[in-house]
């Protein structure tokens, strides 16, 4: 446990006292916060793909659910920022639990089915037939409750927590069980793993994670549409990032997001698909030579990856 | 009017069964799943858009090259990819990720060359006047899209249960660590596999205009969950179960239209999961559970 505590200190610390400080020189708080929040969603991701081996294609569902908790709460509660987050929290949480009976499937069909079940709650949330309560594909505003610096202090908040979350699963007892069960569940059952009980907790933590970023994420923007709180590419960018750095570390995601964030924002606003292309061709290869991503470049030489 | 939505229906899940067939294929044999299948069928509706407005070629002209075409096409992706893909870790998982990424690149130069407007090919080209069947009037062009697709399927069933290729192919497709041990050149089984199911899916593009509607490059998503849904409901890696899936699928779809058509695109997403839940092997499948 207290070589947790020093991984957190070590590579935590420093990347949340930069991000705390970075609004005072840099200017473009949006690009800032949209760093934060890929960061959470990347560490959100890889405390159930990297510790149990599921990988959520459809973890954009929850992002979303978040999303339109805090929106709901806002909207039709009057709630204010604070327990409206903790609306979004639930909202994802409520999201797992109806989700949790897909932990029985394996491999693909986990991954389509989870797919699947995030479109679905899209397009439920986009229809208009339900424009009286979610605003369907007109997309809300939340104008009474926009406060851009509070909300980026909430998020570092969050991702604070994510990090001690994951630098905690490395090294406790858990985050081991989570492990053995991602490598062998007949085996890890035999010997005292509780299987299903695992898995579920990770489940729910990291649906909370991304509940928790999808809400904060409406906070700050305050003006969203449904295809922008359930874009696919949220979960696809949390996977390749996690992939890119290493899955099951707590450096990996943050380089990934660090890395291929930044080369998004130099190059993929302006030509979109240029950007496209480059980051086909990256998944294609990162896949191919590197699965188990830049970590795995040290790790192989016998060096430990915080 | 339900008379003439299970009708449709089923014209229209002869075609879904075309759209899942080869992606069923692919992950029978290979246990990858082809995420790009969606955009090889877009790519499938491009070469049938520009064969007919270039040189004015009939689309079942076009459906004959583009079979052979596109077979040439996935042979050396296969030699590229899948040997390596299959020797890691967790090659299925791996997959779909991999796939992705060759989803992005053929998503993007398809952007990239035919810009994003929509393109379409009139269904007069195959053939003029409404069609009555069992006293209901349906487009020619969707009883010819079907009619093809049950001659594929019909071809798929011959090569894999009549042939001795195919019979390699079921003893892959069965374990391919035993095939391997038997003797069979299994990257060569494989590699055959590949290539049909990438021609299956660019055949199914071919009819895309007339089935789908205009086709534009960020289609294959949409094509994707639909030919996901057929094969999930019939069970991955059967092809008999890939008919029933897409007629399943097909009759779902025409119900849902006509009668509740504000949801009628929650269906495939909901069938899908449904299917999963109640029984995760599809409904002719084999295991799929973990522990």
């Keep these: ?306 | 009017m339900l008379a003439h939505a299970i009708l449709s229906g089923l014209v229209f899940g002869c075609y879904f069964t075309l759209v899942g067939l080869g992606l069923n294929l692919i992950f029978g044999v290979m246990r990858i799943v082809n995420l790009a299948h969606g955009d090889v069928v877009m790519l499938g509706a491009f070469a049938a858009f520009w064969l007919f407005a270039l040189i004015g070629l009939h689309p079942l002209i076009s459906s004959v090259i583009v079979l052979a075409a596109f077979a040439l096409l996935g042979l050396p992706v296969y030699y590229l990819v899948v040997p390596r893909l299959l020797a890691a870790r967790d090659s299925e998982m791996l997959s779909i990720i991999l796939f992705f990424g060759v989803q992005q690149i053929i998503e993007a130069l398809a952007t990239i060359a035919f810009g994003t407007s929509e393109r379409s090919i009139p269904g007069r080209v195959l053939g003029r006047g409404p069609l009555h069947v069992l006293g209901q009037t349906l487009p020619v062009a969707w009883i010819v899209s079907a009619a093809v697709s049950l001659l594929a399927v019909a071809l798929v069933y011959l090569y894999l249960y009549r042939s001795r290729v195919g019979t390699l192919t079921r003893a892959v497709m069965v374990s391919r660590d035993e095939a391997l041990a038997s003797g069979i050149d299994v990257h060569r089984v494989s590699a055959l596999a590949f290539a049909i199911g990438v021609a299956l899916a660019g055949l199914a593009g071919v009819f895309s205009p007339f089935m789908l509607g205009s086709a534009t490059p960020a289609m294959g998503g949409d094509v994707n969950l639909a030919a996901f849904a057929v094969i999930v409901i019939g069970s991955l890696g059967d092809p008999r179960g890939t008919m029933l899936g897409g007629l399943i699928y097909g009759v779902a779809l025409m119900l849902m239209q006509t009668y509740m058509s504000a949801w009628a695109n929650l269906l495939p997403n909901l069938l899908l999961i449904a299917v999963l839940l109640v029984r995760p092997t599809g409904l002719l499948g084999r295991q799929v559970r973990r522990a």
């Excluded at chain 1, 327990?83 to 932990?103: D, R, S, Y």
Aim: proline residues 5%; charged residues 5%; aromatic residues 12%.
């Design chain 1, 1 to 306: 446990m207290r070589r947790g505590v020093r991984e957190f200190v070590t590579v935590a610390l420093p990347l949340l006292a930069a991000l705390a400080l970075a609004p005072l020189v840099y200017s473009n708080e949006l690009l800032l916060f949209n760093f934060i929040m890929f960061l959470i969603l990347a560490q959100g991701l890889n405390a159930i793909y990297g510790f149990t081996g599921y990988l959520p294609f459809g973890y954009v569902g929850f992002f979303g659910a978040g999303a339109y908790g805090f929106a709901l709460a806002v909207m039709h509660l009057d709630a204010t920022p604070l327990p409206a987050m903790a609306c979004a929290g639930v909202a994802a949480l409520a999201l797992g639990v109806v989700l949790t009976p897909l932990l029985r499937l394996s491999g693909a069909y986990f991954a389509i089915a989870n797919l699947a079940a995030a479109q679905a709650v899209y397009q439920v949330i986009s229809n208009p037939a339900l424009q009286d309560i979610t605003k369907g594909p007109y997309g809300v505003t939340l104008s009474s409750v926009f406060a851009p610096a509070l909300s980026y202090g909430v998020a570092l908040i969050i991702l604070a927590a994510t990090l001690i979350l994951v630098a905690w699963l490395r090294n406790a007892r858990f985050g081991l069980a989570l492990q053995a069960i991602r490598e062998d569940p007949v085996s890890a059952a035999m010997a005292g793993v509780a299987v299903v009980r695992g898995r579920t907790i990770a489940w729910l933590l990291s649906a909370l994670i991304a509940g928790l970023a999808g809400g904060v994420f409406a906070w700050h923007i305050s003006v969203f549409y449904p295809e922008t709180a359930f874009d696919l590419s949220f979960s696809i960018f949390a996977i390749v990032f996690t992939l890119f750095g290493g899955a099951a570390t707590q450096l990996g995601p943050i380089l990934g997001v660090l890395l291929l964030y930044g080369l998004y924002n130099v190059i993929g606003i302006t030509v979109p698909q240029y950007f496209q292309l480059i980051y086909g061709v990256l998944i294609v290869l990162l896949v191919l030579f590197l699965p188990d991503g830049l970590a795995s470049l040290v790790t192989r030489r016998g060096f430990r990856v915080p």
